[in-house]
């Protein structure tokens, strides 16, 4: 089954295809987040310990993206805190950004696929509205997509990241100043933890290059 997109902009009854989640139209992300935290809308609450659905700064223009909790955020509550989580908090103080008070982190689905595996389409779809009212409300200046399944379920883009790392993506999210957010995808930290060299060229080597691009553009504005 293909992901279908919902539009960029809700109707106001903030319903959307292919979700049996409804939210409060009131632009309070912790409204949102109250309405996430008993979400039974797909088959990933019978597994679930905890709802993950965020950590950081909701103020912050600078918002990361990924797949899904593993283990220890399902355990936790708090997305990327396990292994590969404590190399994206790295990657991110690499460049002297703050992970509590520059960035806003969450996911594209807010239940632990059982067994880490990649959460379905539909799983996608049915969690979309609380993505997209991170987004919406939030309105971040840059998205930062940590992997593909980030990539695939915030733009519907199925690209490798090996093919567009490193580029600017438009997105048709309303950023503050009246323009769009930019978003950048690279590889997942879990992917780097299995491809540990940091020779010129390599996928570690690449990221570096991305965070450093992603510093410049946050300083920009
Ligand atoms: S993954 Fe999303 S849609 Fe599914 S139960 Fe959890 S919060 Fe609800």
Redesign the pocket.
Known sequence: MSLTMPPSVPPAATAFAGSS?VLPDCGNIEAVKSV?LG????K??ET?QH?VFSDGNPQAGLMFIGEGPGAQEDETGIPFVGRAGQLLTKIIESVGLRRQQDTYICNV???RPPGNRVPTDV?MQ??YP?LHAQIHVLKPRIIVLVGATALRGVLGNRSPISKVRGQWLETPFPAPNGGTAKAMAIFHPSYLLRNPSPNEGTPKWLTWQDIQAIKRCYDED
């Open positions: 989640v996430a979400c039974v809308a797909c990933l609450n679930r709802v689905v807010k239940c799983e049915q969690c609380y």
